[in-house]
């Protein structure tokens, strides 16, 4: 069996693994990394999104073989210490979560998004989050936050630069 | 004992700890020293903390949060003072199971009484201590207070106070002096939600222990005639195979390689029931329908039929239901020959308990449930059938087992909400008002193929007709009728279980004849509801809400529902247009009556929740059923709302004061017959089968 180099949360981890084998259940059952979550293994819930190399993707269907030498980043990789990322701490000033099961995925599609886009409209908000489902219908309170930690982000960015 | 993330599950006193409130850091230093029982719902340690022991399970509905305000409000100290961690399977708890949105209407006095018991023991055992009469001392921020300055923190009290003979009626605080109850209030298990620390029962991992994934009968009802494992046991990482009661469970040394193992697996299935179609369900329950018994009786309706101005009669039809929580079923079991220890998302730990005793053969007390959050219940994971799988996986195996359904499996293993056919006569008089209504109902039955509530009595299935024997309005001559369909497909509880059917059969075609009366559905409501003042509240405040009587944007139209289930009534007006041929719901206006309040920010959340459920199954959900299996597999068959198709939604609580009504499902059942009669305004042409299909004309 094949043995990788991955680099995840800035860490470098070996792991031996068939080729084929999805980052999510890497992540899960080798790594016991269980913050990014199963929901469908078919790239319909996106409740297993990482960042590789930045890009929001969903790891059910990403082989191993596929990742290494990539960059990748997990829900567990976002908050820094006790310093949470903005999105999550919009998150929880907006009261977001439910269940909370298919959250991380949502917060790691919305970062993205943000990293990429300042100032989303809620039409790149679609665009960019629809592919994330929510059986607990939070839908309107992500919009929120993500709009919150947009003006949070613009806040900052203000601050640093007088 | 689980060996990973400690940050969210800690090993302390006899339980495991969900450590999910803003105290979870702090909870993460060190385990406290184990902590004296005040009674079935409370803990308070030497070290002041405070642990909340919900009997109820939380799977977003957020009743850790409601449950600790009351503690918090009780104890007089912060809400961030309260941990809490999901009891154990225990009878003193009663039937312990989350459903019905009963938790808070159930649980309300006696958790006040716990609380405020422990309160009083507290002040009992400083008084004593500082040898002065109880009542001068008293409760605040964490402390009891005494005369001369004198204060105490709970945790130094704590070990004297169990041992103060707990109060028979301790005295509840007034109302009035609520400063949480009843207060908007944050979600207390967020920060672990947010930072993917929330352990779910598919997060669960134990010493040793080993990933299931299950060949089960492709069609309903059947059993394994034979297999083969050799392909499955050649896969990389699978240790065995094993035969359980519901198929070939695939052993792994984790889920790629179990699921891998099931896909080499060969078995061959003996399948009664191969020849089932949705068709031929449809024909029996056609069959069926006309001889249903009687649920509700009044007047003579068909003497009213006879000499009615205006007549109509209507079909109704509505599909099985998944029920695709975003957790798919999982559960793990360790069977050892003299206990058996559960850790699973489950709603319902004592039916859990009970079923992996009689499987183990051992006493109930020998078996141990530790319920993880929950990603998602919605009803579903009420249902022991996963774990079950999981105790026999373990007992066969000798090993902790934890069983993964995939999303396939998870839509596939049944247990839907049940399909219906509806055949509804109304007749109105010269004035163009309803005299006679007559609704026949062809169902299969919840509570035949269970024990809740003591199974199926008689012939009709309460289940099956709640909302339908009790709708509101005054109609002077009506009558029910229920028949049960016997179907191999199981069906089980689906958030609002009969409202969801019966809410919309009979909020659509009372539309459906105040239209026929040339009626406004909001004014013929209030006058046929003038009885029932809760209702006639929360449907003018929707009604207001949504701009009722005001011209609606261009291309859209407005529909309005109102529904009673589970205690508490819920308005839903939908202002919903057809954009590029397809159903487009703007905007939803919702308004609850739940009694009494416990906290606005979770009844909010809730009914959004609930509105967002109701819209995915009127427009998407559908079950059917081919070659005695679901046709629809996974999300791509099986569409679900996503954040482009959510409307905004504006909630309105109005509560009446009455007692508490519960929340998590009431918001369902007024969502499809809201926007069904927006749609009904229109096109003019009334939607009887759901999912929403729109006229291809």
Redesign the interface.
């Known amino acids: 069996?094949p043995t990788y180099d991955l680099s995840i949360n800035g860490k470098r981890r070996k792991v031996t693994a068939?080729a084929e084998?999805?980052v999510l259940?890497v992540l899960?059952?080798?790594l016991?990394m269980?913050?990014?979550?199963?929901?469908?293994?078919?790239g319909?819930?996106r409740?297993c999104t990482v960042h590789v190399d930045g890009e929001a993707t969903f790891s059910c269907q990403l082989p191993i073989s596929s990742v290494a030498g990539k960059s990748l980043t997990?829900?567990?990789g976002?908050?820094n210490g006790?310093t949470?990322h903005v999105v999550?701490r919009a998150?929880?000033d907006e009261?977001?979560?439910?269940?909370?099961?298919?959250?991380?995925g949502q917060?790691m599609s919305a970062c993205a998004l943000l990293a990429k886009n300042k100032s989303p409209s809620d039409t790149d908000?679609?665009?960019a989050?629809?592919?994330?489902?929510?059986?607990?219908?939070?839908?309107?309170?992500?919009?929120r936050a993500i709009h919150r930690a947009a003006e949070s982000m613009v806040a900052s960015a203000k601050k640093e630069t007088p | 004992m689980l060996a990973?993330?400690r940050r969210t599950f800690l090993k302390a006193g006899s339980g495991f700890v969900l450590a999910c409130s803003l105290g979870l850091?702090r909870a993460l230093e060190a385990a406290p020293a184990p902590a004296p029982d005040f009674n079935l719902f409370l803990r308070i340690g030497s070290d002041d903390s405070i642990t909340l022991l919900s009997p109820s399970s939380?799977?977003?509905?957020?009743v850790l949060t409601s449950l600790s305000m009351i503690v918090a409000e009780e104890l007089e100290v912060e809400l961030s003072r309260v941990r809490t961690e999901i009891a154990p399977a225990d009878p003193r708890y009663g039937f312990q199971i989350t459903g019905g949105s009963q938790t808070i209407p159930s649980r309300y006095p006696s958790l006040r009484t716990a609380s405020a018991a422990a309160r009083e023991m507290l002040a009992g055992a400083a008084a004593a201590e500082w040898k002065v009469p109880a009542e001068q001392c008293r409760a605040e921020g964490g402390k009891i207070l005494g005369p001369g300055g004198k204060s105490a923190t709970y945790g130094k009290l704590a070990a004297r106070a169990v041992k103060v003979k707990p109060p028979a009626a301790p005295r509840l605080k007034d109302e009035k002096a609520f400063t949480l109850i009843g207060q908007p209030t944050?979600?207390v298990?967020?920060?672990?939600?947010?930072?993917?620390?929330?352990?779910?029962g598919?997060?669960v991992?134990v010493p040793g222990m080993l990933?299931a994934v299950v060949a089960r009968s492709p069609s309903f009802g059947g059993k394994v005639k034979s297999f083969d494992a050799a392909k499955a046991k050649a896969v990389?990482g699978v240790r065995q195979v094993v035969q359980i009661p519901t198929g070939v469970a695939v052993v792994a040394?984790?889920?790629?390689a179990a699921k891998?193992g099931r896909e080499a697996l060969e078995v061959s299935w003996d399948e009664p029931n191969a020849e089932l179609s949705s068709a031929a369900i449809q024909a029996q329950l056609e069959q069926l329908l006309p001889k249903g018994a009687v649920a509700h009786k009044m007047g003579d309706a068909d003497k009213a039929l006879q000499s009615a101005a205006k007549k109509l009669e209507a079909t109704y039809e509505v599909p099985f239901l998944a029920h695709?929580?975003?957790?798919?079923l999982n559960a793990t079991a360790h069977v050892r020959k003299d206990r058996c220890e559960i850790w699973a998302p489950t709603q319902s730990q004592g039916p859990v308990q009970e079923a992996a005793a009689k499987i183990c053969g051992l006493p109930r007390e020998s078996v141990s449930v530790r319920t993880t959050?929950?990603?998602?219940?919605?009803g579903r994971k009420a249902h022991t059938d996963y774990v079950d799988e999981a105790v026999h996986c373990s007992k066969a195996t000798g090993k902790p087992i934890k069983v993964?359904y995939?999303?396939e499996d998870d839509f596939a293993a049944g247990q839907y909400r049940p399909l219906a056919l509806n055949r509804l006569t109304g007749a109105l008089d010269a004035q163009g008002w309803p005299v006679a209504w007559t609704h026949q109902i062809a169902s299969p039955s919840i509570l035949a193929g269970t024990s809740f509530f003591g199974g199926l009595q008689g012939p009709i299935d309460p289940t099956s007709i709640e909302g339908a024997a009790n709708l509101p309005y005054a109609i002077p001559n009506m009558r029910v009728t229920y028949a049960k369909a016997d179907l191999p497909v199981s069906v089980w509880f689906w958030r609002s279980v009969g409202s969801s059917i019966n809410a919309y059969v009979t909020e659509c075609f009372f539309d459906e004849l105040a239209r026929l009366g040339g009626k406004d559905p909001v004014e013929a409501r209030l006058k046929l509801l003038a009885n029932h003042r809760r209702h006639r509240r929360v449907l003018e405040a929707a009604a207001e809400k949504i701009g009722w009587g005001k011209p609606a944007p261009s291309g859209a139209a407005r529909g309005i529902a109102v529904h009673e289930s589970f205690g508490s009534i819920v308005a839903e007006a939908a202002e919903v247009a057809i954009e590029k041929g397809e159903v487009r719901v703007l905007r939803v206006a919702c308004a609850v009556d739940c009694g009494k309040v416990v906290n606005p920010?979770t009844i909010a959340?809730q009914m959004?929740?609930?509105?967002?459920?109701g819209l995915?199954a009127a427009l998407h959900g559908e079950i059917s059923i081919d070659k005695g299996r679901p046709v629809q597999q996974?999300?791509?068959d099986y569409p679900?709302?996503?954040?482009?198709q959510?409307p905004?939604?504006e909630t309105v609580l109005v509560p009446s004061g009455d007692a508490h009504g519960g929340i998590g499902e009431p918001g369902t059942p007024p969502a499809a017959p809201a926007v069904v009669n927006a749609l009904l305004a229109l096109t003019g042409k009334p939607i009887r089968k759901l999912p929403i299909r729109l006229p291809t004309t």
Not at chain 1, 34 to 42: D, I, L, R, W
Not at chain 1, 129 to 143: D, H, K, S, V
Not at chain 2, 58 to 62: D, S, Y
Not at chain 2, 193 to 200: D, I, N, Q, S
């Open positions: 069996m068939p084998m999805p259940w899960r059952d080798l016991n269980t913050g990014t979550k199963f929901g469908c293994g078919a319909q819930c409740a997990t829900i567990e976002l908050s006790s949470l999550q998150w929880i009261d977001v979560p439910q269940c909370g099961y298919c959250q991380p917060i908000i679609d665009d989050m629809r592919g994330n489902i929510c059986r607990c219908g939070t839908y309107n309170f992500i919009r | 990973v993330n850091e939380e799977m977003g509905q957020g944050k979600r298990d967020t920060l672990a939600k947010v930072k993917g620390e929330a352990t779910f598919m997060d991992k990933t990389p040394d984790h889920f790629w891998t695709a929580a975003m957790e798919p959050f929950l990603g998602g219940g919605f993964v995939t999303r920010s959340a959004e929740s609930a509105v967002i459920y995915s996974t999300f791509y679900v709302i996503r954040i482009d959510a905004k939604i």
